[in-house]
């Protein structure tokens, strides 16, 4: 795997880190900045929609670029913001620096997935984006925790400066790693770049179907995670003291996921996205139901992290499959379906706690999310069957 691959996913650790750690800072920013906590959190969703938004109109923008010019844009632009972001008083100027990053953090990412993958070889595209992807789950593990910690210690804002200061070995990476412009076999036959053409190519039933398994799963997977403290706690009884513990072994349950998803997408991805998507709804299931046995609770921690994160990896590797023609417009696609799902997530599960359904409610909901997942690709597959026979 090139060494750029591996710089590219340093810069979506750091981007990782930037989307999540704000669950651990919104108390200062609150104080600091003389908001309520309530209103701090909009920095959350504004950052949400901007990625949702931003990955698409992003990706369209740099398509006729060169991808190292593109991908030097958008990380310059996400560190600028950060250090505007550490150092304002204002907090409507911090909002709309976490719209700014969230606009370069999807372009990035989209652009990333195209590179990544372009410097590989074709069968190995899934291992590629597994190395990227690799990036969330660290900021999971070390990355969010270590943003709570440097909050604690100094201030909010030394995380804004952590994020920024992460980004600089890869600007310097990407301007000696990462060719200057695609290479001429990645385009249509031998054509420039166009977003017609990649439009086009993302009307095909196979990647929609890919792009709505993969927002529903990782919808699941957020709506249990965003929940998660609330479950150990109340349901299972643990101290506030494990809670980091506990979202660090879904981390690493989840770094675990997209290292096996990177071995299997490319040659074997049924063998791991049926079997997987049952376990997943199993699991959830499973978790609710003993939440409240701290044996049950943390072993089921790890392995819904590792299911999840195998489950929704494959499912992004095989959209990028299903439109080879559209690389740059389908990481976008790609990365739009994962905050889409992301944003979902924590909605449904918040409406099932605020109906009074209790803290093991957003792990039924997550079952449903994924269930409702395996029952959309069997009617998908059951249809791409017919349409065959009938021919």
Request: with cysteine; net charge positive; hydrophobic share 55%.
């Amino acid at each position: 795997m090139p060494l750029a691959v591996y710089m590219l996913g340093l810069a979506v650790f750091a981007q990782g880190t930037s989307e999540f750690m704000l669950s651990g800072l919104l108390p200062g920013i609150a104080r600091d900045l003389q908001v309520s906590i309530p209103a701090a959190g909009a920095l959350t969703s504004a950052f949400a929609v901007g990625m949702i938004v931003g990955a698409p109109l992003m990706a369209a923008l740099s398509l006729r670029r060169p991808r190292r010019r593109a991908l030097l844009v958008f990380l310059v632009a996400f560190m600028a913001v950060h250090v505007v972001g550490a150092v304002t008083t204002s907090f409507t100027v911090l909002l709309v620096s976490r719209v700014v990053g969230a606009l370069a953090n999807a372009g990035f990412l989209a652009v990333g997935m195209a590179t990544a993958t372009s410097m590989v070889r074709p069968d190995a595209k899934g291992r590629a984006i597994s190395v990227l992807l690799s990036g969330v789950t660290l900021a999971c593990v070390a990355g969010v925790p270590g943003g709570a910690v440097l909050g604690q210690m100094w201030s909010w804002r030394s995380a804004f400066w952590a994020v920024a200061l992460i980004c600089v070995p890869v600007v310097f990476a990407v301007m000696r790693s990462v060719p200057g412009r695609a290479p001429v076999e990645e385009e249509t036959a031998g054509e420039a770049p166009s977003a017609g053409r990649e439009l086009r190519a993302l009307r095909r039933t196979r990647l929609q179907v890919f792009l709505l398994l993969a927002a529903l799963v990782n919808a699941a997977t957020f709506c249990t995670f965003t929940y998660l403290a609330p479950v150990v706690t109340q349901v299972g009884g643990f101290a506030a003291g494990w809670v980091p513990v506990v979202l660090a072994l879904f981390g690493l349950g989840a770094f675990a996921g997209v290292s096996l998803g990177g071995r299997m997408s490319d040659d074997r991805p049924m063998r791991l996205l049926l079997p997987g998507g049952v376990a997943l709804v199993v699991g959830w299931a499973l978790f609710a139901v003993t939440a409240g046995n701290a044996v049950a609770a943390l072993t089921l921690v790890v392995v819904q992290g590792a299911l999840s994160f195998a489950v929704g990896s494959t499912l992004i590797t095989q959209s990028v499959y299903a439109a080879p023609e559209a690389p740059t417009l389908g990481g976008s696609f790609a990365t739009a379906a994962l905050n889409a799902g992301a944003a979902l997530g924590p909605v449904v599960g918040g409406a099932a706690i605020e109906a009074g359904l209790g803290y093991r409610s957003p792990l039924w909901v997550s079952a449903g999310l994924v269930g409702g997942a395996l029952v959309a690709g069997g009617i998908a597959r059951v249809t791409d069957l017919t349409r065959h026979t009938n021919r």
